[in-house]
């Protein structure tokens, strides 16, 4: 059995749980190995000092933008595609994956280039006091200008993991992330680079990434051939790639939107609370980093299974998907909350406030994440499934419909702990109107499957 043909077994016909694994495990190690060098940056820049903890703090959530691009054509292109591939159309398959790659390279660029112009006003927006600017200047104008190849790994990342080539994902994930962890002391303490170091050694890793993934192109290993006599910018095949890709940006924006509403609410509490903010939202990403990973076994499997009418299978690939990922958020929940003080003592080592206020966001936020692996897997399905609108409001839900309210009201009503405790609040809603959703969307696949049993009887 060639390659080809063995990922489609997978996502068509191998059982469930098996499925999950050989797809999910690997692009989940990748991730998780991937969000590591987000810590380590962390983890090393926090010997600088308090500031530049700060700097990166407020750099992130731009960098959440710019890889917003990547999953606007990638992640809406992965669930086209899986589609596509259970209804064995191959050659506007072919099509999707070129445009959506060339595309997101374009676009990427011009934003990049927009940041790099007003990257003093938009950091400033994003809430780096005087004391942070200059080391947030000197991080944030490399890391930007070499995110182009993020945006690049962020798209065939979500490509090939629709056509079931997790083992891929993984190890241009890993290769990148390794290497980040080598060069990190070694640019920043060693070569004196201080806080451009870690930029200059997240650029090379993620230049690594992209070199895997051309490698992966240039051998053929891919179902698609990437060739630019592909691209086909058409209104049929943006409308199915945008549809789902615009969702998932709006999401990525409400993400670096929420992360720039707590740096701002933070920063009027001193420069430790700003700094702790980032130790916090980069240990959560963690986490949630690892969930997605999971759950990219799921998208395809639950695209092919939709689009092949095999409701058996999408059911059981949601209740498994449920179970699994919310066994891994008790986990990983309670152990952050549990542990708060002794994970947070390791990014400073002298300023206790910083601790302190780190400590108190770190166990609210690990009880509440208990509950995301059952948002995801939900917002996961709506947009593989071509239910752009429901989608959209879900997936809106944790970091903008649910948490703006509450970062502007909670603070005024408990000072910091408002701050803290706003993020937590909004899983909770969250959470509750999932299951509304859910409810519904397997009232109507009932249906669905109802009624395509009458007509094969018919037949």
Not at 318 to 335: D, E, N
């Amino acid at each position: 059995m060639n390659k080809q043909n063995s990922k489609m077994v997978l996502l068509g016909s191998a059982p469930v749980p098996k499925a999950l694994l050989a797809l999910g495990l690997p692009t989940m190690i990748g991730m998780l190995i991937n969000a590591l060098y987000n810590l380590v940056d962390a983890y090393f820049v926090g010997g600088l000092g308090t500031d530049a903890m700060g700097a990166i703090t407020v750099a992130y959530p731009l960098g959440q933008v710019i890889v917003g691009l990547g999953l606007l054509f990638g992640n809406g292109a992965a669930a086209y595609l899986s589609r596509l591939l259970g209804k064995g159309d191959k050659e506007t398959a072919e099509k999707v994956a070129s445009t959506a790659l060339y595309s997101s390279v374009i676009i990427g660029a011009i934003v990049i280039i927009i940041s790099v112009i007003f990257l003093k006003p938009i950091l400033r927006q994003l809430g780096a006091l005087e004391s942070v600017m200059p080391y947030a200047i000197s991080y944030t104008s490399i890391y930007i200008i070499f995110s182009i190849f993020n945006v690049f790994n962020v798209t065939m990342n979500n490509i090939v993991s629709s056509e079931g080539a997790a083992k891929t994902a993984m190890c241009a994930l890993t290769a990148g992330a390794v290497l980040n962890v080598i060069l990190d002391p070694i640019f920043i303490y060693s070569l004196g680079f201080g806080i451009a170091g870690a930029a200059i050694a997240t650029a090379i890793s993620q230049m690594v990434s992209t070199v895997v993934y051309l490698i992966y192109i240039f051998r053929k290993n891919s179902m698609f051939s990437f060739s630019i006599k592909e691209y086909s910018f058409t209104k049929d095949i943006m409308s199915e790639v945008l549809k789902i890709g615009i969702p998932t940006l709006v999401f990525q924006i409400l993400t670096s939107v929420s992360m720039s509403m707590i740096n701002g609410a933070a920063k009027d509490y001193g420069s430790s609370a700003l700094a702790a903010m980032g130790p916090v939202t980069k240990i959560m990403s963690l986490g949630s980093l690892v969930v997605f990973g999971f759950l990219k076994s799921f998208q395809p499997i639950a695209g092919y299974s939709y689009g092949a009418g095999k409701f058996d299978r999408l059911h059981e690939a949601i209740k498994i998907s449920i179970v699994w990922s919310t066994a891994f958020c008790v986990i990983f929940g309670l152990a952050a909350a549990i542990f708060s003080n002794g994970i947070m003592a390791q990014f400073t080592s002298s300023d206790m406030e910083m601790i302190r206020v780190g400590q108190i966001a770190l166990r609210a936020n690990g009880i509440s994440f208990i509950l995301f692996g059952f948002y995801t897997v939900y917002s996961f399905l709506f947009l593989v499934m071509g239910k752009a609108k429901e989608g959209c409001i879900l997936g809106a839900c944790r970091q903008g419909i649910c948490f703006i309210p509450a970062i502007l009201i909670l603070p005024n009503l408990m000072g910091l702990n408002g701050i803290l405790f706003a993020q937590p609040a909004a899983d909770v809603l969250s959470a509750m109107i999932t299951v509304f959703m859910a409810l519904h969307l397997h009232k109507e696949l009932r249906a669905v499957k109802a009624q395509m049993a009458i007509e094969t009887q018919k037949a």
